[in-house]
C-alpha cells in the first residue's frame, strides 16, 4: 500500500471525484475534495464516455447506476447538408464495453453518491488562494482563511484550475480553439412523434457553416440535446471562459432565422426534424471553446494536475471524461508502490500518460476542423472525403488508431520504466 495517508483534491468535478474513489478503493490515502462553488452543479450539456472510459467506471462501481441515466445508443448517422445520409458509425468500435451519453449533472449526480457512499468528505464555497510546501506537507490556503495539509495536492479544478495558476504553471494559459458552439436540451414532448423517431442516436449534419448534432441524452429519451459548433471570431463580450445564455427574445428568433437558413437545404424527414427542433427551443447556451496547450507542466513538488486542469483539449473527440478517469487509475496505481519517491511518481505519470492525450488532443483537434467555414465546392468535397472514410471504416472495419483508442486499458500499461 502507498506509504502517503492523505490527498487534498481541489475540484469536485468528475475528474476530482473520480480520481478520489479511485484513491480510496486501491490506497490508503484518505481524500478530501474542495470545490469553488457553493453546492453541485456543473456546466455544459452531455457528455460522451467511450469503452475506454466505461470500463473504468464499471470498475469505479458506478457502470449500473450511469447506465440507468444516461443513453447507450452507439450508432452515429452522418448527414449532407440536403438530408442525405453519408454514412454510419458505431461509436463502440472494436471495442466490447459500450458507448454511453449522459447528461454532466447525471453523471455528478452518480460520483457524488458514491463519494457518499464511500465517506469521502466534499467541502464547498471554497476558494484555494495559496500553496506552500514543507518538508513534508503541503498546506492549501483556502479564501475563507481556513487550511489544509496533506501528503499530497491534486489539481482536478478544470481548464481554469487555480492550482496550475497559483503554483504547477502560471504561464500555462487556455487558448481558444477558433470553434464554439451553440447547445441546449429541450424535452423530448415538445417534439411531434415523428421527429422523435428520428431521434436515434447520434445524428450529424454538415453544412457550408458548421456541423449540426442531435442526439437523446437520458436512457428513457425524455430529453434531447442539440447543438451547432462552427468556426467563429474569438467573442468579444460577455463571458468567454464559460459561455453565455441567450435568452432575449430577439437574440432567440435572430438565432433560429440564421439556422434555418443553414438548414434550408435540408429535405426528407430528417430535414423537417432539424427544423422542429430549432422551432421548439426557447434557450440556447453560446460556448466558446477553450484548450490548452501542448507542453505545460503537469507537476511540481508534491502537487499534480489530473484532467483537464493539466490538458484540456476541444471536446470532439469525445475523450475528456475519460482521459482524466484514465488519469485516476494511473496514479492510483503509481501511488501503490512504496519505494518510489513521490517525484518518481509524478514523473513516471506524466511519461506515461502524455504521449496518450497527445494522441487524443490532436485526434479532438482534427475532428474540430469538421466545424470550419467553408464554400460550396468545399462542402462538396467534405462530404466526400466523409463517405469514402465511413464506407471504408464500415467495409474493412475501424481503423486500427480507432480501435487501439477504445480498446486502451490504462491499467494494462507497464510502469516499469524503460
Known sequence: MSEFSGAIIIGGGPAGLATALRLQQTTNISCRIYELRAEPTTLGGAVGIPSNGLRLMHRLGVHDALCAKGNSESEMI???????????????????????????????????????????????????????????????????????????????????????????????????????????????????????????????????????????????????????????????SGDIRDGWEVHAKEEVKGFKEKMHRLLQDARGEWGAAMREIIDTTPTVKFYPIYRLPLGGSWYKGRCLLVGDAAHAMQPHAGQGVSMATEDAFMLARLLQDEGKALGDVFQRFDEIRRPRITEMYKVAARNGDLRQRTGPWGLVAKQLAIKLYLWGSGTFGQSASRMGDLAYDVEEEDLEEL
Open 78 to 236: 452522418v448527414r449532407a447538408a440536403q438530408g442525405s445520409i453519408l454514412g454510419r458509425r458505431d461509436m463502440v468500435g472494436g471495442a466490447t464495453d459500450g458507448y454511453l451519453r449522459i447528461k454532466r449533472i447525471d453523471l455528478l449526480d452518480v460520483l457524488m453518491e458514491a463519494a457518499e457512499e464511500a465517506k469521502i468528505p466534499i467541502y464547498y464555497n471554497k476558494r484555494i488562494v495559496q500553496i506552500e510546501e514543507g518538508k513534508d506537507k503541503v498546506t492549501a490556503t483556502f479564501s475563507d482563511g481556513t487550511t489544509d495539509a496533506a501528503d499530497i495536492l491534486l489539481g482536478c479544478d478544470g481548464i481554469h484550475s487555480s492550482v496550475r495558476k497559483l503554483y504547477v504553471d502560471p504561464l500555462q494559459e487556455p487558448e481558444y480553439s477558433g470553434v464554439a458552439s451553440i447547445f441546449t436540451i429541450i424535452p423530448a414532448s415538445s417534439l411531434s412523434a415523428s421527429a422523435i423517431a428520428q431521434m436515434k442516436g447520434i445524428n450529424a449534419t454538415i453544412t457550408q457553416e458548421g456541423m449540426f448534432l442531435a442526439m437523446p441524452c437520458m436512457a428513457t429519451h425524455e430529453e434531447i440535446m442539440w447543438g451547432f459548433s462552427q468556426e467563429v471570431p474569438l467573442p468579444t
